[in-house]
């Protein structure tokens, strides 16, 4: 089992809530990841980190933000939630290199009234 | 462009029955091949992955796929199915030669379902 953790595993909330999805891993991986993915569907990639305070944006544009302040922390942000941002998002980690797995976290199911 | 195909959205079988998840690929240079499997209401877990040698690579849980470079493919296969083995199964492809842009390529995942 991968030492990557996401909280809240489910989360309902109002339109125009800021929230904040957690994602921990303990394997001091350099790069972390963050995905969004519809029920049973494909992996969209909209965040990633090669390390401390590097961020990009993925290849599906989202209004999310995420900072990466320290290795293990990586949070991605939505300040004003919408139902359109009603989702699965799945946190990933992997060591630096381009042979590497990613490991992934258990994900965070989103639901916005 | 870089790209991964899984031609089949649903695969059944019968427990005890050989299965395979069909894996194509299209790369401008080599590739890294991996395949991961996601159970319901789970993260993604990986399996294996192909990088370089042996075009026969084992993984976990009793899977192992074949790079074939010719037909650029990569087929997962475990020679004996379980229902446990029902979930869905994605296949995905970095371009090593590609610089910059060797981004993980996703396919659409393929659901295997396991019939007792």
């Known amino acids: 089992e991968a030492d990557i953790y996401q909280t809240p595993r489910y989360l309902v909330i109002g339109t125009g809530k800021k929230i904040t999805l957690e994602c921990s891993q303990t394997?001091?991986?350099?790069?972390m990841y963050w995905y969004q993915q519809d029920p049973g569907m494909e992996l969209h990639l909209i965040h990633y980190?090669?390390?401390?305070?590097?961020?990009e944006k993925g290849d599906l544009s989202s209004e999310s933000t995420v900072s990466r302040i320290r290795t293990e922390h990586f949070p991605l942000t939505l300040e004003s939630a919408r139902p359109s941002h009603t989702s699965q998002y799945l946190c990933?980690?992997?060591?630096?290199?381009?042979?590497?797995?990613?490991?992934f976290g258990p994900g965070t199911r989103l639901t916005v009234l | 462009a870089q790209s991964v195909a899984q031609p089949e959205d649903q695969v059944n079988v019968a427990e005890g029955n050989p299965l395979t998840v069909k894996c194509t690929y299209s790369?401008?240079?080599?590739?890294?091949l991996f395949w991961y499997v996601q159970y319901p209401n789970r993260g993604l877990q990986f399996l294996l992955k192909?990088?370089?040698?042996d075009n026969l690579v084992k993984g976990s849980y009793g899977f192992e796929a074949e790079f074939n470079k010719s037909q650029t493919s990569f087929h997962l296969k475990k020679p004996s199915a379980l229902v446990s083995d029902s979930a869905l199964y994605f296949c995905?492809?970095?371009?090593?030669?590609?610089?910059?842009?060797?981004?993980?390529?996703w396919g659409l995942g393929t659901s295997l379902a396991v019939n007792p």
């Open positions: 394997m001091g991986h350099d790069k």
């Open positions: 995905a492809v970095r371009d090593v030669n590609a610089g910059n842009n060797r981004k993980l390529i």
């Open positions: 980190s090669y390390g401390v305070n590097s961020t």
């Open positions: 990933a980690s992997s060591e630096p290199g381009w042979r590497n797995e990613q490991f």
């Open positions: 192909y990088i370089t040698g």
């Open positions: 790369v401008s240079g080599n590739p890294y």
